[in-house]
C-alpha cells in the first residue's frame, strides 16, 4: 500500500482583474476521481491544506452541467461525501514528504489564488521533483508549480513538458477577460514546455516524475498514470 499525499486549495474565492471574488475552492471531480482510483488500487490519502483549514469544494463543480448530466452530478456528490479525508486535512507546513509515495494536487480556481504564491507548497513541489516520487498535478492546480523556485530564482519546472488548463478553456468557460493572468501563459514564461490538446478532451502529459493533466476529465486518466509510476 502506497500513502498518497492530497494537497488541496485553501481558497475560497479567486480576487479577479477588477478585484470582485469570484466564488470558488477545488473542483470536485479532480479530487473525487483521482481518490477513487487511488483508494480502488488500496492505497492510503491524506490531504493536506494551507493551515490545516477544510478545503471548500467549487460550488459551481457538483452542478450537473458539468458532470454530464443529474446522473453524473449525483455519482460526484456521493463521491465527495465518502472522501472522508478532506473533513480532516493536516497543515502543509507539517507534511514531511518522507512519509509519503506520491503527491497529487487537484484544480479548480481555487490554486489561482493561494498555492500560487504559496513558498511552503513551493518548497514542497522542489523535493517532489527532485525526489523522484511520482508528482501528480490538474487543471488550474498547475497554478502551483509557479511558487517552486530555485535558489538561484528560475522555475523548478522550466524545460519540463506539461499540460494545464488552456487559455481556450479559460476563455470558452468565460473568465479569461476577468482574469488578472491566465494559467497558460504565466506556466510558458516560467520556462515550461507547455502542451496544449482540445478544449474539454483528456489530455495527460508525463516528463520523468511529473505527471500533468488539462482538465476536469484529465483527472482519472492522471490518476492512472500515477499508478502505474507507483507500480
Not at 470582485?20 to 483508494?39: I, L, N, S
Request: with cysteine; charged share 20%; hydrophobic share 45%.
Amino acid at each position: 500500500m502506497s500513502k498518497i499525499l492530497f494537497v488541496v486549495t485553501g481558497a475560497t474565492h479567486w480576487t479577479l482583474a477588477d478585484g470582485t471574488q469570484h466564488p470558488t475552492g477545488y473542483w470536485a471531480e479532480e479530487a473525487v476521481a483521482p481518490y477513487e482510483v487511488f483508494k480502488a488500487a488500496g492505497h492510503s490519502v491524506t490531504v493536506a491544506t494551507p493551515g490545516g483549514v477544510v478545503p471548500t469544494v467549487d460550488k459551481g463543480s457538483l452542478a450537473p452541467e458539468v458532470n454530464g448530466g443529474p446522473q453524473g452530478a449525483a455519482k460526484v456528490a456521493a463521491g465527495l461525501e465518502a472522501f472522508t479525508e478532506l473533513q480532516h486535512p493536516v497543515r502543509l507546513e507539517d507534511v514531511d514528504l518522507a512519509d509519503h509515495d506520491a503527491v497529487f494536487y487537484p484544480g479548480g480556481h481555487g490554486p489561482m489564488e493561494d498555492l500560487a504564491i504559496d513558498p511552503v507548497s513551493g518548497r514542497l513541489l522542489v523535493e517532489t521533483l527532485a525526489s523522484g516520487k511520482p508528482l501528480g498535478v490538474v487543471c488550474h492546480a498547475p497554478a502551483a508549480l509557479l511558487a517552486a523556485e530555485l535558489p538561484d530564482g528560475t522555475n523548478a519546472f522550466a524545460g519540463y513538458r506539461l499540460t494545464g488548463f488552456t487559455n481556450a478553456e479559460e476563455t470558452q468557460a468565460g473568465l479569461a477577460d476577468k482574469a488578472k493572468w491566465l494559467l497558460q501563459d504565466r506556466l510558458v514564461a516560467a520556462g515550461a514546455d507547455f502542451q496544449e490538446g482540445e478544449p474539454w478532451a483528456p489530455k495527460v502529459v508525463v516528463d520523468r516524475n511529473l505527471v500533468t493533466g488539462q482538465n476536469p476529465s484529465s483527472s482519472a486518466p492522471l490518476a492512472a498514470e500515477l499508478l502505474r509510476k507507483l507500480a
